[in-house]
């Protein structure tokens, strides 16, 4: 006799397997559920992680950059720039900080093409205290500068002096190639070369009328130039990002270089604080376009609109505000905007 018989176990009917099968089904769909839910919650938060993280370095880089602009190698400004670089560009230009409004002012050919909408640009210049050299001779009016010790200095590059009471700078290309040396000869074959010999006064190569000899003491500091633009394009990725052009050199030729710096910001857009009673304070906040004197910017707003790399995160579209303006777009994006003030240290001391 078999024994499963005689026990009463006869197996699963067709109803109960119907039912452990709902019932396992039922538990699946809730796991699959729950994981479909997690990975979503995943993605908004990685996505808005990388998005504050963007926002910190972006904003970082260009504060950095804007409490810089207008160093001539002590505080405040020097009293007079001689600059006898002999190039028409923006990159050689000694004004501390320059904006441009997006769908309103022309922005510098190097990267006009390539902005994105209507973002903004600025550009901004000083000199890099990190790269200074010690003079130890300099003759009225020649053409050669000795440093106290080896520099790092090369042929072509755009370099600034400033003597030791910043009472006076000048702006030139460096034409030869030394590391005990720096010479700045209109002679010699670097582009765009240099215009005069004289680093006295305040003059640029379009007017040296003011121009004069001038000794630059013992003791007077030699740096390379910086000259710096931001704005918004496409990056390698395809996304919007924050670029920077700068002011490089190959070979002996001054050039531009562009590098991308953050993925993910999609506009820019600044305003810059004017200061028109001469207490370093703003008084109020304009566009580029509304801008009557550089001179007179002493603080610079910056508005970046950060979005997430991926689209389809939200639910819904969601809408946002950059300056008033509110603007709903149909990518289901994470959007956010960031802002900052920066004071430029050298216009307000």
Same mark, same amino acid.
């Given at each position: 006799?078999?024994? %499963?018989?005689? /026990?009463?176990?006869?197996?699963?009917?067709?109803?109960?397997? #119907?039912?452990?099968?709902?019932?396992?089904? @039922?538990?699946?769909?809730?796991?699959?559920?729950?994981?479909?839910?997690?990975?979503?919650?995943?993605?908004?938060? $990685?996505?808005?992680?990388?998005?504050?993280?963007? $926002?910190?370095?972006?904003? +970082? %880089?260009?504060?950095?950059?804007?409490?810089?602009?207008?160093?001539?190698?002590?505080?405040?400004?020097?009293?007079?720039?001689?600059?006898?670089?002999?190039?028409?560009?923006?990159?050689?230009?000694?004004?501390?900080? =320059? !904006?441009?409004?997006?769908?309103?002012?022309?922005?510098?050919?190097?990267?006009?093409?390539?902005? %994105?909408?209507?973002?903004?640009?600025?550009?901004?210049?000083?000199?890099?205290?990190?790269?200074?050299?010690?003079?130890?001779?300099?003759? &009225?009016?020649?053409?050669?500068?000795?440093?106290?010790?080896? =520099?790092?200095?090369?042929?072509?590059?755009?370099?600034?002096? @400033?003597?030791?009471?910043?009472?006076?700078? !000048?702006?030139?290309?460096?034409? /030869?190639? &030394?590391?005990?040396?720096?010479? =700045?000869?209109?002679?010699?074959?670097?582009?765009?070369?240099?215009?005069?010999?004289?680093?006295? !006064?305040?003059?640029?190569?379009? /007017?040296?009328?003011?121009?004069?000899?001038?000794?630059?003491? /013992?003791?007077? *500091?030699?740096?390379?130039?910086?000259?710096?633009?931001?704005?918004? *394009?496409?990056?390698?990725?395809?996304?919007?990002?924050?670029?920077?052009?700068? %002011?490089? =050199?190959?070979?002996?030729?001054?050039? @531009?270089?562009?590098?991308?710096?953050?993925?993910?910001?999609?506009? #820019?857009?600044?305003?810059?604080?004017?200061?028109?009673?001469?207490?370093?304070? $703003?008084? &109020?906040?304009?566009?580029?376009? $509304?801008?009557?004197?550089?001179?007179?910017?002493?603080?610079? *707003?910056?508005?970046?609109? #950060?979005?997430? @790399?991926? +689209?389809?995160?939200?639910?819904?579209?969601?809408?946002?505000?950059?300056?008033?303006?509110?603007?709903?777009?149909?990518?289901?994006?994470?959007?956010?905007?960031?802002?900052?003030?920066?004071?430029?240290?050298?216009?307000?001391?």
């Amino acid at each position: 006799m078999n024994p %499963l018989v005689s /026990n009463g176990q006869r197996g699963i009917s067709l109803v109960e397997l #119907m039912v452990a099968m709902v019932l396992g089904l @039922v538990v699946v769909g809730g796991v699959v559920q729950i994981y479909v839910s997690n990975k979503q919650t995943y993605r908004v938060n $990685a996505a808005v992680a990388r998005i504050q993280e963007n $926002a910190r370095f972006a904003l +970082d %880089l260009l504060g950095r950059d804007l409490r810089a602009a207008g160093y001539w190698g002590c505080g405040g400004a020097a009293a007079q720039i001689a600059n006898a670089v002999n190039g028409t560009g923006w990159q050689f230009q000694a004004e501390p900080i =320059h !904006g441009y409004e997006g769908g309103v002012d022309t922005f510098p050919s190097e990267y006009a093409s390539t902005v %994105l909408g209507n973002s903004d640009s600025f550009r901004i210049a000083y000199m890099d205290a990190n790269s200074a050299a010690t003079v130890t001779s300099h003759a &009225s009016g020649s053409a050669s500068f000795t440093t106290a010790s080896v =520099h790092d200095f090369e042929q072509g590059e755009i370099l600034a002096v @400033v003597s030791t009471a910043c009472g006076q700078a !000048g702006i030139f290309q460096m034409s /030869n190639s &030394s590391t005990t040396t720096v010479e =700045h000869k209109t002679s010699v074959p670097p582009s765009p070369g240099n215009c005069i010999t004289n680093l006295g !006064g305040a003059f640029i190569c379009s /007017n040296t009328g003011t121009s004069s000899s001038y000794t630059y003491e /013992n003791g007077s *500091r030699l740096m390379r130039f910086v000259s710096r633009a931001y704005y918004i *394009r496409n990056g390698a990725s395809g996304e919007p990002a924050l670029w920077r052009a700068y %002011l490089t =050199h190959s070979g002996t030729t001054a050039a @531009v270089s562009s590098e991308e710096l953050v993925e993910g910001v999609e506009d #820019m857009q600044i305003l810059y604080g004017l200061d028109t009673d001469a207490d370093g304070t $703003a008084n &109020s906040y304009v566009k580029a376009d $509304a801008v009557g004197t550089w001179d007179d910017v002493v603080s610079v *707003r910056v508005d970046l609109l #950060m979005r997430s @790399v991926e +689209d389809n995160l939200t639910s819904d579209n969601v809408p946002y505000e950059l300056q008033g303006a509110s603007t709903t777009p149909a990518d289901k994006r994470i959007r956010r905007v960031f802002t900052t003030v920066v004071a430029l240290r050298n216009r307000v001391s």
